[in-house]
């Protein structure tokens, strides 16, 4: 007769997880636990967090999903290093309820509501890496904070690169802009420069010519705008400036000129322009997360990446970038990793 197996330590502990996260899992707080500890640990000594969804990036999106799983009794640590892209510009717009608040005021307001839920626990910090494990996630934290989660959402946004122009990086987003329904109304009928060239050029200024008929495009160097384009401007008394820019002057963000190579100067209101960015983090890199060609995150219709078990929300997943975007798809986020886990324990 054959001898019953035996259930190994390693198969109690994890079947007894599993019970334990079913009976209890919507009402405990963060706690330690020493049998995770046991299933590869990142660092053995490390004592580690376990909670059921760790959220990194505490801004407007990850805000948004905390709220939904606070709201659905889920267990939830948020880990943020405090650097949302908008972070310099002086007012948000475009928001209902919150038109020209401060960002600062948002993302305070929102966190308060948020850590008002008793299962959402927030933690200063850079999360510096993230892998799976039997269980689901281990993250790591810069200072050596070591937690453990079924599920991951990537809130972590993006980082705007700013190009080599002397002045550019001090005036972005308090006069060098990005978006004309964050910052176009203010600057209404006023004379505006736009920096881009070809196609970008171009339909910069279709869009602002709708704020103001006072463009002048600034291409940094030679012109790759069609001729047909060329003329188009032109019917609009828009023109167009091949000269290399110099630098723009400015008072503490607030543009003055825009200083062009050969010392001319074209004094403005405010700049437009596209810029280009980066992930604000490489943790969807080391899990694999598949990327769009634009360098986004890629995530279906309920905000999922292509790997089991990790979402992805906010700007780090979309060209569409405004508060109410990365609200939104934070909120689906919360939701769907919420349904996700429902799936998987009833
Ligand atoms: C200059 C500027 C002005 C803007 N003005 C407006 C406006 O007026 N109105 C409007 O609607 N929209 C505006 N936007 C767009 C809006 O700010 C973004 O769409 C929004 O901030 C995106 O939210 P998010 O939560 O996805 O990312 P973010 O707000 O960028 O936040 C990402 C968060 O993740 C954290 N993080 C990243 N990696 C890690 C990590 N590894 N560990 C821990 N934390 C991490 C960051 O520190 C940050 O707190 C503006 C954008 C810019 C750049």
Known sequence: MKKPRRTTRRQFLQQSNVAFAVLSAPVV???????????????????????????????????SAAMSLGRSLRQVLVVDS????????????????????????????AKA??????????????AVQAKQIPTGFEIKTESGGLFRAKKLLLATGVTDIMPDIPGFAECWGISVLHCPYCHGYEVKQ???????????????????YQWSKK???????????????????????????????????????????????????????????RVRFKQHCDIPQ??????????????NDFQKTDIPGVFAAGDSTT???????????????????????IDEAF
Not at 34 to 60: K, T
Not at 190 to 208: A, K, P, S, T, W
Not at 286 to 297: D, N, Y
Request: glycine content about 10%.
């Open 29 to 63: 707080p963060l706690y330690r636990s020493e049998s995770n500890l046991m299933e590869s640990p990142m660092e053995s000594q490390a004592e580690v967090q376990n909670c059921e969804v760790v959220i990194i990036g505490g801004s407007y999106a990850g805000l």
């Open 82 to 109: 405090g650097k949302p892209c908008n972070r310099q510009t002086p007012h948000s717009h475009n928001l209902i309820t919150h038109d020209g608040a401060t960002p600062q005021e948002i993302a305070e307001k």
């Open 113 to 126: 509501q948020v850590l008002k839920y008793g299962t959402v626990r927030w933690q200063n910090g850079i």
């Open 190 to 208: 006023q004379n505006i420069g736009l920096i881009g060239n070809g196609e970008v050029g171009f339909e910069l200024c279709r869009l602002l």
């Open 215 to 273: 463009l002048t495009l600034f291409t940094n160097g030679k012109s790759t705008l069609t001729a047909e384009q060329h003329e188009k401007l032109k019917a609009r008394q828009i023109s167009v400036v091949e000269k290399d820019i110099a630098h723009i002057e400015h008072n503490r963000g607030y543009i003055r000129e825009i200083v062009l190579g050969d010392g001319s100067k074209t004094p403005v209101s405010a700049v437009f322009a």
């Open 286 to 299: 080391q899990l694999g997360c598949g990327m769009s060609e634009m360098g986004h995150i890629k995530v």
């Open 319 to 341: 060209p569409f970038r405004a508060v109410s975007f990365a609200m939104a798809s934070g909120t689906k986020a919360g939701s769907f990793i919420n349904k996700e886990l």
